[in-house]
């Protein structure tokens, strides 16, 4: 099965994007490409970490976007504070990651206690209550106008990473050498390494712990792995990487509010990531948040010049109205549910490995 | 020799933990009017809560299916029930109670017809393919919300709707120096009528004793010869239109409903389901009047705490007692 077609054209394919988001701003030189290709960077991370929960060890969890907000919140906070600067976004990751860390491990030993469906609720209420306190507590969180903050110096589009003999910024291929590149890079190779640091994860023993527990607990439970201990360890593992997305958006973004950090939508993006790039596997992270981001930014135009199209035929253009868009994802969600429970990815992988 | 808790256990055990809410409330208040005040609007939430929860708390029971999209059915409760009730507007403000009482029924009715539709379908498309795989149970229920919710905002727009109340469930009660909202009052009475018709249903009737039996252990029911899946659909239904009914009350209570409702609602129904204990209609109702209870009082007396009132009091619950105060399922 490892040497199966389906395997390998899903290899190419994620090293293709890879690739791609590695040249994006040369490739797609306008504004709003590289702002799909940095949203693809920090999902695939988000993804990846939300799939070590619900498709390697099987748990389901609602509260991942509140570890995001976390992070976010955190650098935002102290880059407010104390100034745009490289102490304040370390400073910032730290106690995203930390306070990540006490609220996954208060939540998973308390629900750990309870049968494993209260999982999934008691995340839901979790991650509602933060979300609350972030507009309620607007001394330090803005409240529902979120903060805006200015990134250090370096990520400056005025930022002159290379001057030649005049003193004007280098261009290469037409791609001015600023600021806004080196944000570009500082968001790709975190999010790669980030990523990369998952896939050895799974790749060790431990990913194989994981999916014993996801397929059978009671055995995993008697051959001697501590099913608690383990899932606890993911669940931190996860919020924690997931914090640090938060961190890198909020860098990125220069502001953060309950809208992009916070707020349920992101959930349920991550989730028809997952499932439509298939669950319980790495790849399938990267396939699922391009083709969500891309479809987030682009089916979006698309579906209004279809609703302008059928103008005057009675609740179509409602229903193709381009906020509706997540109607017809949910639509495409439960089919996929249904029938490829597995994602494009796991179902491509298995492709050419009939036996 | 008797301990205090058998005493406690015979004279009602947790059954006594919203009186106790109660209590406690009292002395911490200090002023009985508004005291009375809270408490009618803790009792009044409380019981259209449990409205919205029992059927969740029975589906989970009977078939072991966790229905993320419950909330849905009471969106849609709501704003079926107010659409009804703005077309009647007119019966709505006329003098003559019996005017307004049909168009309420009406109103209460269509939410509740729509509940049963909408139950049938739900459990026939949605989730029967997906019995007993949790994972993929809650995601599809999840998608399920998400499509029901755009639905919503498909239908009736995104911007606040008003939902006008019948004349004679306007204004309130002065009794002494308390006032009370008739609405309320109409709330708790219908919570308990329902309460009250389940309890009756389930204990006294055949089919009750199946859906108990089935609760406890489903394959030794099956395997007696019962369908345990028509059985099921039927339990799915009825839950489906409670919550719904519940939706259109609570769409009267706050007169004024957006889409968002049923997102807000369905976390406050988790956690009264999480307290109550999975499986039994005593336990939701113990769990919903708890909630009720708290959330006014907190808000009260101290309403920053107000938001996280009801997660405060469930980690609690849960620290104490793992699987909710009154749960059917071992």
């Known amino acids: 099965m490892k040497q199966s077609y389906g395997y390998l054209a899903v290899r190419l394919c994620v090293f293709a994007i890879w690739g791609l988001l590695c040249f994006a701003p040369f490739l797609f030189q306008d504004v709003r490409a590289l702002e799909v290709a940095a949203r693809i960077c920090i999902f695939i991370v988000l993804v990846a970490s939300y799939d070590l929960l619900i498709g390697y060890t099987g748990i389901v969890s609602f509260a991942h976007t509140m570890f995001f907000g976390f992070g976010a919140y955190g650098a935002a906070i102290l880059l407010k504070q104390m100034g745009p600067g490289w102490d304040a976004v370390a400073l910032g990751a730290l106690a995203g990651v930390v306070v990540s860390l006490i609220v996954a491990t208060g939540v998973g030993l308390l629900s750990l206690r309870v049968k494993a469906i209260f999982f999934a609720m008691i995340t839901l209420a979790t991650a509602s209550v933060a979300l609350v306190l972030a507009s309620q507590l607007s001394q330090f969180t803005g409240g529902e106008d979120g903060i805006t903050y200015r990134a250090p110096d370096l990520f400056k589009p005025a930022t002159k990473l290379l001057v030649d003999a005049e003193g004007k910024v280098v261009k290469i291929f037409g791609v001015s050498l600023n600021g806004k590149l080196a944000a570009y890079y500082f968001v790709f190779f975190s999010a790669l390494a980030l990523f990369w640091v998952m896939v050895r994860i799974v790749a060790a023993p431990l990913g194989t712990v994981l999916k014993a527990i996801r397929e059978n607990e009671a055995r995993a439970e008697a051959i001697g792995y501590r099913v608690v201990a383990y899932r606890t360890f993911v669940f931190c593992l996860s919020a924690a990487v997931a914090s640090l997305a938060g961190t890198i958006y909020a860098v990125w973004l220069k502001y953060t509010g309950p809208d992009t950090a916070l707020s349920f939508a992101i959930m349920i993006d991550i989730l028809l990531m997952v499932v439509i790039g298939g669950m319980g596997t790495m790849w399938g992270a990267v396939v699922g948040a391009v083709l969500m981001v891309l479809a987030q930014y682009y089916l979006r135009d698309l579906m209004g010049v279809a609703a302008d199209a059928v103008t005057g035929v009675p609740l179509l253009p409602e229903l193709l109205n381009p906020d509706r868009w997540l109607l017809w994802l949910g639509i495409i969600f439960i089919l996929l549910v249904y029938f490829f429970p597995r994602g494009i990815v796991g179902t491509v992988q298995t492709m050419g490995a009939r036996q | ?330």
């Open chain 2, 1 to 330: 020799m008797e301990t205090i808790t058998d005493k406690l256990g015979r004279i009602g055990g947790v059954n006594l933990l919203p009186v106790a809410v109660a209590v406690a409330a009292f002395v911490l208040i200090g002023a009985p009017s508004s005291w009375a005040t809270l408490t009618v609007a803790g009792l009044a939430m409380g019981m259209m809560v449990f409205l919205m929860a029992s059927g969740l708390s029975l589906i989970f029971g009977l078939m072991d299916v966790l229905n993320f999209g419950h909330s849905a059915f009471v969106s849609f409760g709501a704003f079926v029930a107010a659409s009804v009730l703005a077309a009647l507007s007119g019966w709505l403000g006329a003098d003559s109670v019996f005017l307004n009482a049909l168009a309420l029924s009406l109103a209460i009715l269509a939410a509740m017809s729509f509940g049963l539709a909408a139950g049938w379908f739900f459990e026939r498309v949605i989730i029967r393919p997906v019995y007993h795989d949790h994972l993929r149970q809650i995601l599809i229920t999840m998608g399920a919300l998400i499509v029901s919710e755009q639905i919503i905002l498909a239908v009736w727009g995104g911007t606040p709707i008003t939902v006008p109340r019948p004349q004679f469930l306007e204004g309130a009660l002065i009794l002494g120096d308390v006032s009370i909202e008739i609405y309320r009052i109409f709330a708790v009475l219908l919570g308990l009528v329902a309460f009250a018709g389940l309890y009756v249903v389930l204990n006294r009737t055949r089919i009750g004793l199946l859906v108990r039996a089935g609760v406890e252990n489903r394959e030794m029911v099956e395997a007696l010869g019962y369908r345990i899946d028509r059985l099921f659909i039927g339990v799915f239904m009825a839950g489906s239109a409670l919550a719904a009914v519940g939706g259109a009350m609570w769409a009267g209570y706050e007169t004024l409903i957006t889409p968002a409702l049923g997102g807000e609602m369905m976390i406050v129904v988790f956690i009264v389901v999480i307290i109550g204990g999975l499986g039994s209609i005593e336990g939701t109702l113990l769990g919903a009047l708890l909630v009720g209870l708290t959330a006014n009082y907190v808000g009260f007396l101290a309403p920053k705490l107000a938001l996280a009132s009801n997660m405060i009091l469930m980690m609690i619950i849960l620290i104490w007692r793992p699987n909710g105060l009154r749960p059917a399922v071992k």
